[in-house]
Nanobody, 123 residues
Framework: QVQLMESGGGSVQAGGSLRLSCEAS????????MAWFRQVPGKGREVIAS???????RSADSVKGRFTISQDNAKNTLYLQMNSLKPEDTATYYC?????????????????WGQGTQVTVSS
């Protein structure tokens, strides 16, 4: 069975940086998509960045130029480097995975989810 576990969340001042990690276990697909989502109370989950098994990365306009998604296949770990953080980035952040690949992984069609990690940005 697939398990995803996020870590690295916390509280930071506006303009600061955090790096989120997502360790995957039981996920052995040769073709896949992985993504980072975020959610605030009263709103649905927003996909903010994705990466495929071909290592192609995409990001949403709301974080483009500030957040970078990457993966370390040897460690089965997904990362989200978050720079120039803003108060509106405050949310619970989730990693997600699916065992098939698409040309564009930046969508909402994911089946495996982590438990989430809280990011709070203060001004």
């Amino acid at each position: 069975q697939v398990q995803l576990m996020e870590s690295g969340g916390g509280s930071v001042q506006a303009g600061g940086s955090l790096r989120l990690s997502c360790e995957a276990s039981g996920f052995t697909a040769s073709r896949y998509c992985m993504a980072w989502f975020r959610q605030v109370p009263g709103k649905g989950r927003e996909v903010i960045a994705s990466i495929g098994s071909d290592d192609s990365a995409r990001s949403a306009d709301s974080v483009k130029g500030r957040f970078t998604i990457s993966q370390d296949n040897a460690k089965n770990t997904l990362y989200l480097q978050m720079n120039s953080l803003k108060p509106e980035d405050t949310a619970t952040y989730y990693c997600a995975a699916r065992p098939w690949w698409s040309q564009n992984c930046l969508d909402v069609y994911y089946m495996h989810w982590g438990q989430g990690t809280q990011v709070t940005v203060s001004s």
